[in-house]
T-cell receptor, first 112, second 113 residues
Framework: KQEVTQIPAALSVPEGENLVLNCSFTDSAIYNLQWFRQDPGKGLTSLLLIQSSQREQTSGRLNASLDKSSGRSTLYIAASQPGDSATYLCAVNEDSNYQLIWGAGTKLIIKP | NAGVTQTPKFQVLKTGQSMTLQCAQDMNHEYMSWYRQDPGMGLRLIHYSVGAGITDQGEVPNGYNVSRSTTEDFPLRLLSAAPSQTSVYFC????????????FGPGTRLTVL
C-alpha cells in the first residue's frame, strides 16, 4: 500500500532563506506527483505537477524535483517571503487506479 | 468562473442527524471527488465520480452517500452523523482522473457532537 510521508511536520525560517521541503513515497509505480499549498481556512491550491517521466518542474521561485527510483520529491522555495507561510502538501497519483495518496503536510512559517 | 464552491462553510450536528454537503463546479470537469482532512493525516478520498451518473467509493466511504445527476453538482450526504465524522471536508474537480491538476473548494468544517 502506497504511503506518503512529509518531514518535517513544521518548519520556521527567517525571510530570504532558500529552503527545501521533502516528500517520500513507498511505491515507485506512480503516474504523477503534485505539490499543493493550503492556507488556513481555505482550500488547496495546486503549485506544481510532475509527470512520472519528468525530473523537475519550475514555477517562479518554486522548483519541484522527482526521483522515482528513490521514492522522493523535493519542493525548493527560493528567497522565501512571509507570504509563503502556509501548509505544503504533496500527493502521489497512483499508476494503478489514479487515486491521489496524500502526505500530512509541512507547515511552513517564514519570519519577517 | 467561480471554480469549485462548497456550502455550508461550517456546520454543527448532533449524533444521528443527517445532512448534505453541497459542491458545485462551473468548469465542465468530468471528475469530481470528496475528501476529508483530519489533523496530522493526509487527505483521504471518500467518494468520487468520473461523470454524470457514475460514482464509486474511495478509501473511507462508510457513512457517506453521493450522487451525480449533473456534471456541475456532486453532493455528499451524511446518513446518520457520528462524532468520528468530525472533520474538514473538501470537494475537488478536474478535467480527468489521471493527469490533470485538481481544483479544490474552500472546505466545510463539520463538528458532530
Amino acid at each position: 500500500k502506497q504511503e506518503v510521508t512529509q518531514i518535517p511536520a513544521a518548519l520556521s525560517v527567517p525571510e530570504g532563506e532558500n529552503l527545501v521541503l521533502n516528500c517520500s513515497f513507498t511505491d515507485s509505480a506512480i503516474y504523477n506527483l503534485q505539490w499543493f499549498r493550503q492556507d488556513p481556512g481555505k482550500g488547496l491550491t495546486s503549485l506544481l505537477l510532475i509527470q512520472s517521466s519528468q525530473r523537475e518542474q519550475t514555477s517562479g521561485r518554486l522548483n519541484a524535483s522527482l526521483d522515482k527510483s528513490s521514492g522522493r520529491s523535493t519542493l525548493y522555495i527560493a528567497a522565501s517571503q512571509p507570504g509563503d507561510s502556509a501548509t505544503y502538501l504533496c500527493a502521489v497519483n497512483e499508476d494503478s487506479n489514479y487515486q491521489l495518496i496524500w502526505g500530512a503536510g509541512t507547515k511552513l512559517i517564514i519570519k519577517p | 468562473n467561480a471554480g469549485v464552491t462548497q456550502t455550508p462553510k461550517f456546520q454543527v450536528l448532533k449524533t444521528g442527524q443527517s445532512m448534505t454537503l453541497q459542491c458545485a463546479q462551473d468548469m465542465n470537469h468530468e471528475y469530481m471527488s470528496w475528501y476529508r482532512q483530519d489533523p496530522g493525516m493526509g487527505l483521504r478520498l471518500i467518494h468520487y465520480s468520473v461523470g454524470a451518473g457514475i460514482t464509486d467509493q474511495g478509501e473511507v466511504p462508510n457513512g457517506y452517500n453521493v450522487s451525480r445527476s449533473t456534471t456541475e453538482d456532486f453532493p455528499l450526504r451524511l446518513l446518520s452523523a457520528a462524532p468520528s465524522q468530525t472533520s474538514v471536508y473538501f470537494c475537488a474537480s478536474s478535467y480527468s482522473r489521471s493527469a490533470d491538476t485538481q481544483y479544490f473548494g474552500p472546505g466545510t468544517r463539520l463538528t458532530v457532537l
